[in-house]
C-alpha cells in the first residue's frame, strides 16, 4: 500500500477549515483542491492529536475542531 | 393519580409491552439503588416514561439527536440524544444510545450477558434493545461522561465487548448461526462475519464514507438474516452440482406426506419428479434455481450440493418509509474456501469507487441505480452474468392476511403430533 504524505501547510489548511463549520471529508477535499485520501488522513491524525473530532448526527458523520463542535453544540442547545 | 396515564393504557393491548419493560427497569433500579450498589444513573427509567407520556400529550418529540459523543479513537457506536425538557426530567437530559458488537450469530453464556448488564445497570439506563436492526445490541440512555468508564469496563470483561458501527461507516457485519446449529449452512457464517469484522475495524470505527454500509452472511439461500433485502454486501450460501438425495428418509417421509402436492408441485421450476411406486424422487439439478423450498420440505432426504459457497448481491437497503431496494446478483458464485479474500477484494474496490462518486447519503445500491450496472461490474473485476437480474421482486416483503393462510399437510401432522402450532408449546410444556 502507498504510504500518504502531507506537508505541514496541508495539514494547517485543513486545521483552518475544520475550525469554520462541519465538513465532510469529501467536501472538504473539494474546496481545498486537495486529493481526498490525503485530507482524510490529515484529518484521521489530527483526531489522533486532538485536534479534530467527529461530530455524528447518528447516521451520519461530520468533522470539524472540538472548539467549533462545542460552539455549535451551544447554539444547538439554545435552539 | 399516575404520573404517566396514557402510557398505562398500553399495556392493555394485545402485544408485549415497552411501557411494562421498562417500569420493570425501573423497579430493579430503584432496588439496586436500594442495596446501596454503584448506580450513576438513579431514577432515569422511570424518568423516561414520563418523558414518553409528555411526548404523547404534545404530539411532538422531545428528543434532539446528535452530537460529539464517542468514545476515545471511535467516532462511531454511540448516538447522541438529549431531552428538551432538562428541567422537568433532569435524569434523562443525557440519554444517549451505546450500539455494542455482538458475537457473531448472536450466540451468548449467560456469564456474559449477566457481566454486560452489570457494567450497563451502573453506568446506564438499564434499559436494552435485544438486537438492533442491524444486530447490534442496543443500551439506550446514558451520560456524556460516561461513555467512556462504561465503554473501558466493557473492554474489560471476560470475554470484552467491543463498541459497533453507526454513522457513515461499516456497521457491524451480522450472520446467521450457520453451522453452529444449522446443516444448511453452505460456509462457515460466523467466522467470516468474525474475520471480516477484524480486518475492517478501521471502516467500522472511523466513519468516512458517504453514508452506510452493511455486510450481512446467510449460510444458505434460506437467508435467515434477511441479507438480500437489507445489506449492501449480501453474502448468501449457495452450492453447485446435485442436491444429496437419501431415497430411504425420502420413503419415511412418504408415510406421511403428499410429497407431490407438498413438494414436487411446489417446486418453482418443476425441477422434481415422483415415483409415487418407487417412493423416489429425481431433481433436475441443472433447472434448480436453489429456492431451498424440498430441502426445508423434507431435511431429512435433501441436503444442498457437496460443491458449497457463497453467491454475492449487492445494493439492498430497506429503510423505513419507502425507496427499498432488494440485492442484485454481483457475483455468482465464491467457493468457501476462497471467500474471505474475494470478499475483501471486492469491498475496497466497491468502496473506492462509492466513496469517489458517491453523492451525500447515497447507498452503494442507489449509486448502482444512477450509474448502471455495466459501471459496478467494471469496478468490480466481473463479467455480465445471465443470473444478475434486474428486477426479481420491487418490494422485499410479502405480507398475508390471516384468511389467506392455508394449513399445510406438514402443520396438520404436527399437530396431530401435539405441536400447539405458532405458541411455542409441545405437549402442554412451553419450549
Ligand atoms: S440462513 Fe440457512 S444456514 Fe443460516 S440459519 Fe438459516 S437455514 Fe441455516
Ligand atoms: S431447491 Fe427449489 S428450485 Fe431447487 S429443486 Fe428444490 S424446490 Fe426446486
Not at chain 2, 109 to 138: C, P, Y
Request: proline fraction near 5%; aromatic fraction near 10%; hydrophobic fraction near 35%.
Amino acid at each position: 500500500m502507498v504510504e500518504i504524505t502531507y506537508t505541514e501547510e496541508d495539514k494547517q489548511k485543513v486545521l483552518e477549515k475544520l475550525d469554520q463549520k462541519l465538513w465532510k471529508i469529501k467536501d472538504l477535499a473539494k474546496v481545498l483542491r486537495m486529493n481526498k485520501k490525503v485530507v482524510q488522513k490529515i484529518v484521521m491524525d489530527l483526531i489522533e492529536e486532538g485536534k479534530a473530532a467527529y461530530w455524528s448526527s447518528g447516521s451520519t458523520t461530520y468533522y470539524a475542531t472540538p472548539r467549533y463542535i462545542e460552539e455549535y453544540e451551544k447554539r444547538r442547545a439554545e435552539g | 393519580m399516575s404520573e404517566t396515564p396514557l402510557l398505562d393504557q398500553i399495556p392493555d393491548g394485545p402485544w408485549p409491552s415497552f411501557v411494562k419493560e421498562i417500569k420493570k427497569t425501573a423497579e430493579l433500579q430503584d432496588k439496586a439503588v436500594a442495596e446501596g450498589k454503584d448506580i450513576k444513573m438513579p431514577g432515569s427509567a422511570r424518568a423516561l416514561l414520563k418523558q414518553i407520556e409528555i411526548s404523547y400529550k404534545d404530539k411532538k418529540t422531545h428528543w434532539k439527536h446528535g452530537g460529539i459523543v464517542s468514545v476515545v479513537g471511535y467516532g462511531g457506536g454511540v448516538i447522541g440524544r438529549y431531552s428538551d425538557l432538562e428541567d422537568i426530567v433532569p435524569e434523562v437530559h443525557h440519554f444517549h444510545t451505546i450500539r455494542v458488537n455482538m458475537p457473531s450469530g448472536w450466540f451468548y453464556s449467560t456469564k456474559a450477558l449477566r457481566q454486560l448488564m452489570d457494567v450497563w445497570e451502573k453506568w446506564g439506563s438499564g434499559i436494552t434493545n435485544f438486537h438492533g436492526s442491524t444486530g447490534d445490541i442496543i443500551l439506550l440512555g446514558t451520560k456524556s461522561e460516561y461513555l467512556q468508564p462504561c465503554f473501558e469496563d466493557m473492554m474489560k470483561l471476560d470475554p470484552p465487548f467491543d463498541i459497533g458501527g453507526s454513522g457513515s461507516d461499516l456497521r457491524t457485519p451480522s450472520a446467521c448461526m450457520g453451522p453452529a446449529l444449522c446443516e444448511f449452512a453452505c460456509y462457515d457464517t460466523l467466522q467470516i462475519c468474525h474475520d471480516i469484522t477484524m480486518e475492517f475495524q478501521n471502516e467500522l470505527h472511523r466513519p468516512m464514507w458517504p453514508y452506510k454500509f452493511k455486510f450481512k452472511f446467510s449460510g444458505c439461500p434460506n437467508d435467515c438474516v434477511a441479507a438480500k433485502a437489507r445489506a449492501d454486501c449480501a453474502v448468501i450460501g449457495t452450492w453447485k452440482g446435485e442436491i444429496q438425495i437419501d431415497q430411504d428418509a425420502v420413503k419415511e417421509y412418504a408415510e406421511w406426506m403428499d410429497i407431490e402436492e407438498e413438494v414436487v408441485k411446489l417446486c418453482p421450476t418443476g425441477a422434481i419428479s415422483y415415483d409415487a411406486e418407487k417412493k423416489e424422487i429425481k431433481i433436475d439439478n441443472s433447472n434448480c434455481v436453489r429456492c431451498m423450498h424440498c430441502i426445508n420440505k423434507m431435511p431429512k432426504a435433501l441436503k444442498p450440493g457437496k460443491e458449497r459457497g457463497a453467491t454475492v448481491l449487492i445494493g439492498a437497503k430497506a429503510p423505513f418509509v419507502e425507496g427499498a431496494i432488494i440485492g442484485w446478483v454481483a457475483v455468482p458464485f465464491i467457493p468457501a474456501d476462497e471467500l474471505f479474500d474475494t470478499l475483501c477484494e471486492i469491498a475496497e474496490k466497491i468502496w473506492e469507487w462509492w466513496d469517489d462518486i458517491g453523492k451525500f447519503r447515497e447507498r452503494v445500491g442507489e449509486l448502482i441505480w444512477r450509474r448502471g450496472i455495466g459501471e459496478f461490474l467494471n469496478v468490480i473485476g466481473q463479467e455480465a452474468d445471465v443470473r444478475m437480474i434486474k428486477h426479481p421482486r420491487t418490494n422485499p416483503f410479502m405480507f398475508f392476511k390471516e384468511e389467506e393462510l392455508v394449513e399445510s399437510e406438514v402443520v396438520k401432522k404436527l399437530k396431530e403430533r401435539g405441536m400447539k402450532w405458532r405458541s411455542f408449546e409441545y405437549e402442554g410444556e412451553e419450549i
